[in-house]
C-alpha cells in the first residue's frame, strides 16, 4: 500500500471523499456530522493523504493543525469494501508519523458516538488513544466521542 499527498483534484478521490461524507451525514443526527468538506480539507493549514494499493483508492486521511503544539485527524476513511484489512491501522500510523515530525505534542479527534462508529474507536483506542474532553471549536455532543493522544 502507497500513500501519498494528495492534492484533492482528482475526479477519484473527490467521489470517495462525496461517499465519505454522505455517509456520515446519514449515519450522525443533523448538525452532529464534523467531516470536513472539500473547501475544509484544502484550506491552509490541513494536510491530505490517499492511500492505494495496486492502483486502487483504498483509504485516506488528513490532519489539520489547530495550533503550534495540537493537530486533529481528520477524514479518515477506508473504502468499505477494504474494511478490516489493517487500511485504517496503517494510515493512523502514517499520519502519527507525520505529525512527530511537523513537531505537534498532542494529536486529537471526534468520531461518532453511535453504534456504526465503534470499530474506529476501537481502532483509534489500539493506536493510543483515550477519551476526552471536547477540544478546539467543538461542544459537548452526546452524538460526538472525542479522543487524544500524545504524539
Do not use: N
Not at 10 to 36: D, N, W, Y
Not at 61 to 87: C, F, N, Q, Y
Request: hydrophobic share 40%; aromatic share 8%; glycine share 10%.
Amino acid at each position: 500500500m502507497r500513500i501519498e499527498p494528495d492534492d484533492l483534484s482528482s475526479a477519484t478521490i473527490v467521489a470517495f471523499l462525496e461517499a465519505h461524507v454522505a455517509q456520515l451525514r446519514a449515519t450522525s443526527p443533523p448538525g452532529s456530522s464534523h467531516a470536513l468538506d472539500l473547501t475544509g480539507l484544502r484550506a491552509p493549514g490541513v494536510s491530505f493523504w490517499s492511500a492505494h494499493d495496486d492502483g486502487e483508492l483504498v483509504g485516506c486521511a488528513a490532519l489539520k493543525r489547530l495550533d503550534d503544539d495540537h493537530a486533529e485527524l481528520k477524514s479518515m476513511r477506508t473504502a468499505p469494501h477494504r474494511v478490516g484489512e489493517g487500511v485504517g491501522g496503517r494510515l493512523v500510523t502514517f499520519v502519527l508519523g507525520h505529525a512527530r515530525e511537523a513537531g505537534f505534542g498532542r494529536i486529537s479527534l471526534e468520531t461518532g458516538s453511535q453504534e456504526f462508529f465503534a470499530p474506529a474507536r476501537r481502532l483509534y483506542a489500539r493506536h493510543g488513544f483515550v477519551e476526552c474532553p471536547p477540544f478546539g471549536s467543538y461542544r459537548p455532543d452526546p452524538s460526538s466521542t472525542f479522543m487524544t493522544r500524545a504524539v
